[in-house]
C-alpha cells in the first residue's frame, strides 16, 4: 500500500466460535487504525463451508477440534455451512463494523446464494457478469482518485 498498490481483504473462512464478536471487531479497528481507507480495493466475506468429503479428514487431522460441532447443514452445491440465519448476523454485523470506518466500501460476499446478499445488503447480483461490472465500477471509482 506504501509503494502504491490498492489491497484487498478476504475473510474467509469466518468462522463462529464464543468470542467471535469482540475479535472480529477488532480485526475492522485494526485494520482501520493502520491502513488508508481509500487505497482499500474491496473486502469479502464467507462463512466456514466445507465439502463433505472434507469431514472425516478434519476429524481425524484435529480430533480434539469443535469447528464440525456447530450446526452446518449441506446447501445446493453440497457445502455444509453454517445455518443461514447465522450466517446473515456474522455478515450483518461486519458490514456495519466495515461501514461505520468507510461508508462506500465495497464488500462482498463469497459463495453465497441471493438470499443471504439481498439479507444482508438489500440487492444481489443476478449473475457473474453483473458481479464483473460491480468489480470494474469498483476498479474505475478508485483509480479517479
Known amino acids: 500500500m506504501e509503494r ?16 467471535w464478536e469482540e475479535k472480529y471487531r477488532e480485526v475492522v479497528r ?28 478434519i476429524r481425524e487431522r ?12 449441506p446447501g445446493p452445491d453440497g457445502k455444509f455451512r453454517y445455518l443461514k440465519t447465522l450466517r446473515i448476523e ?18 462482498y460476499l463469497c459463495m453465497e446464494s441471493s438470499e443471504v446478499w439481498e439479507k444482508v445488503f438489500g440487492f444481489h447480483p443476478t449473475n457473474r457478469n453483473e458481479l464483473d461490472r460491480l468489480f470494474a465500477e469498483r476498479i474505475r471509482e478508485l483509480w479517479k482518485h
Open 62 to 73: 484435529f480430533p480434539q477440534s469443535k469447528i464440525l460441532c456447530g450446526e452446518l447443514l
Open 4 to 19: 502504491g498498490y490498492m489491497i484487498g481483504f478476504h475473510f474467509d473462512p469466518l468462522i463462529l466460535y464464543p468470542e
Open 30 to 57: 485494526a485494520i482501520y487504525a493502520s491502513l488508508n481507507p481509500d487505497r482499500v480495493m474491496w473486502i469479502s466475506l464467507g462463512g466456514f463451508r466445507y465439502p463433505r468429503f472434507l469431514k472425516p479428514i
Open 90 to 107: 456474522l455478515y450483518r454485523k461486519i458490514v456495519d463494523w466495515i461501514r461505520a470506518y468507510d461508508p462506500k466500501q465495497f464488500i
